[in-house]
Structures are given as C-alpha cells and as structure tokens.
C-alpha cells in the first residue's frame, strides 16, 4: 500500500462500469499504468456465487445476486452497517411498512419528496450488472435535435463521427443485430459492414405483433399521428441490436433462452463489464482497487506543492482532506477499537492502519503544466474502518 502512496499511474479511473472498463482495456493495451478504483467488491474469478445468493434468494429482485447483502438477521440490512451500501427495491415501501423508504435503518438513500426515487443500483462493475444488453445507435438526426425539432440542443459532433466507434464498442460487448434491419432513420454503415454475431430470432409474440399489423396496407388514417410526412404503408417489426450471444463469441456461449437476463444470465451469454475488466487486467497494466471510495480530486500547481500537500497529510494540522460519502449522510456507529464513532460507510483511514489506508495517488502533468491526485480509501473485508478528518 505505501508503495502504491508514491507511484504516478498514466490514468486514474474511478468506478469500473463500462466507460471505465472499456478504456481501461485499451489504455492497458496500449501499455499505459492504469488504477481503477471501485467502490464495491472486486471481480470474483466466476460468478457462481451471484448465481447461489440469486437461486436462493427469496425476493429476486435486481440486486438479489450481488454484493451486499440485502437481508440482514433481523430484516433488512441496515445501510449504515455497510461499508460501500446501495438501495434496493424493497426499500421503497409505504412508511411505516416493511421496507419504508423513509427510515434509515432500511433505506440506504435519504429522499425528502413526496415519493420516493423509484430505481436502484449495484456496485458491482460499475453497477452496470442487471441491464437488458440493448444496443442501439442513435439516428443522425438525434444529434441535431434543436436545428431539426427545435427542442433541447444540437450536439457538436455528428453521426457521423461516432460510426467508427460504433463498431468498436459493438466488437467488444458482442452485439447480434441485422444490418439491414438496422438501416433507418438515416441510419448508415460502411460497405460490408457486419454486427458481430447474427440477430437474436423474432420470437413468436414478434412474428404475431408483424403479422396483425402489416396484413394490409396501413392509411394515412391510421399511421398520420407519426408525423412522418409522406404516407406509411407498414410498420415493420425490428429486430433490437442486443449485447447477446446469437452463437458462441469469445469463449461465451450463446444464448439458450433462460429468460433470464435480467437481473443476471446464468450463463453469461449477455455481457456485463466484468469480461471487459479481466480482459484489462490480464494485460499486466490495470491495477483494481476494490471497495476504495475516491473522495477528493486535488488540482496541484507544482511538483513542489504535491509534495508539501503529501507533507501536510501525515501530519496531524492537515485541513485540506475532506471526508465525504458518495450518495447520503452519514448515519450510524462504526467500531472502533472497542468504542464507536459516528460515521457513513466512505472509510478513509491513517497511512499505515491495520485495517485499511489513505493514500493519494498521482499522474503526469497536463498541457498547463497542472498535476492531479486523487485520494482513496480502502476498507477491509471483514472490518469496518472509521474515517479520520485530520
């Protein structure tokens, strides 16, 4: 760990999900030192694990496979006791019922409206764990929205402009669609293009949705509300490009149809993040940091004023590290040392502390010459670790 105090990385990412996964990937291919620090659990090497708490659980709603735990002994688990907590669906009951939205010895997030948020996340890989594997393009005229509809604003880039970039990210998550299927609303791709794998097949409520709606030709009675301008004779039922094997890619399987996708795939024929996060790291360049919570980001004008910060944050007047927890107030007692402290689950502690440590990381300078560090915690598995304000 104090090693790791004193080494400038190339990069610094913060959460794996999958902005952070992709470019990690690529960055450690191209050699560069890159630490991603994550504030949930790392990537276990297989997910059978997700898989017992999910065939287990007795609610399985989109959190049940993964890490923390959503019932404690007594209900539950209370967000306080938690060192890197999230919310969970069952948390947003009535008030004064199982899971009431408003008390904080069930509900991780504080709400203060008339009703509560009604969405959740993980941290696991970025929270990105439970999502269908939708993956369709924007149409061109998504990026000129305020020129062409007069509504929100144009984007500075085009269709464009992204179409390469398209096709990568397609390659590295895997996506069965149809290019022909896929060429509308201005829609292009280059000559020859093909999506990784073939399109997932209609299933039989799509043939029959196709079917009752393009027996006969469409009116312009029928179809006129869409607004299209010219008269619209069919709708055709659409394929969705899908992050889901079709057939075997990349040492996955395809897909069997376990009706299942979401909150996990049993067999991991639809991606997740953490494929992309092994494959970064077994590049020998990407360093994963797991339940490390990244609380401050520094902008120093010298080398010689890194140093005196790093001076100043061993010493016991430093005023310039902030404790902060990601998404709610702190609220509960944290163990320590046979006492307790007031404090929420972002655990920074003293260089050096058995059970964790404050570091603060460093990367080269940019173009004015600035440098920048990030400072971390990291908690221990099996402790929790109180933050030190100092």
């Known amino acids: 760990m104090a090693a790791e105090a004193d080494k400038v ?42 898989m ?86 924007f149409v061109p005229n998504d990026f000129k929205m305020k020129s062409r509809y007069g509504q929100l604003l144009d984007w500075p880039i085009e269709y464009k402009d992204l179409d390469s970039c398209y096709g990568e990210a397609e390659k590295e998550l895997g996506v069965s669609a149809d290019v022909g299927e896929q060429t509308y609303c201005g829609i292009e791709f280059p000559s020859g293009h093909t999506y990784p794998m073939p399109k997932i097949p209609n299933s039989t409520t799509d ?38 094997n079709s ?19 049993p067999i991991q024929a639809k991606y997740d993040p953490t494929i992309t996060l092994n494959d ?4 020998g360049f990407v360093t994963f940091k797991e339940r490390t919570v990244a609380y401050e980001i520094v902008l120093y004008q010298s080398q010689d004023l890194r140093h005196r910060g790093e001076r100043n944050r061993d010493s016991a007047t430093t005023a310039n590290v902030k404790k902060r927890r990601p998404d709610r107030q702190g609220r509960g007692q944290q163990k320590r040392h046979g006492g307790t402290k007031p404090d929420g689950p972002s655990l920074l502690c003293r260089l050096g502390h058995v059970a ?35």
């Not at 938690?82 to 919310?87: F, H, L, T």
């Not at 057939?247 to 897909?255: D, G, H, I, M």
């Not at 970064?280 to 590049?283: K, L, Q, V």
């Open 280 to 283: 970064a790291r077994n590049t």
């Open 207 to 244: 043939q029959y949705v196709n079917k009752s709606l393009n027996q006969n030709p469409l009116t312009e009675a029928e179809t006129g509300f869409l607004g299209m301008g010219k008269p619209v004779p069919m709708i055709p039922v659409r394929g969705v490009p899908a992050a889901r």
């Open 52 to 137: 017992r708490r999910f065939y287990s659980a007795a609610a399985k709603v989109p959190e049940s496979p993964y890490t923390p735990e959503i019932f404690g002994p007594n209900g539950l688990s209370d967000p306080s006791t938690v060192n890197a907590g999230r919310p969970t669906v069952l948390s947003l009951g009535p008030k004064g019922a199982f899971g009431d939205w408003t008390d904080p010895k069930q509900a991780y997030l504080i709400q203060k409206g008339p009703r509560p948020f009604a969405s959740t996340y993980d941290r696991v890989a970025g929270g990105t764990s439970h999502w269908l594997g939708t993956c369709l393009r």
């Open 9 to 50: 990385w190339d990069v610094a990412i913060v959460g794996s999900g999958f902005a952070g996964a992709l470019i990690a990937h690529e960055l450690g291919k191209g050699r560069k030192n890159v630490i991603i620090l994550e504030a949930g659990a790392g990537v276990p090497t297989n997910f059978n694990e997700y």
């Open 247 to 265: 057939a075997p890619y990349r040492n996955r399987r395809a897909c069997a149809g376990n009706t299942n996708c979401i909150p996990i795939c």
């Open 356 to 390: 964790g440590t404050d570091l603060s990381l460093s990367w080269p300078a940019d173009h004015l010459g600035h440098r920048r560090s990030v400072r971390w915690g990291v908690s221990s598995r099996t402790r929790r670790v109180p933050s030190r304000h100092r």
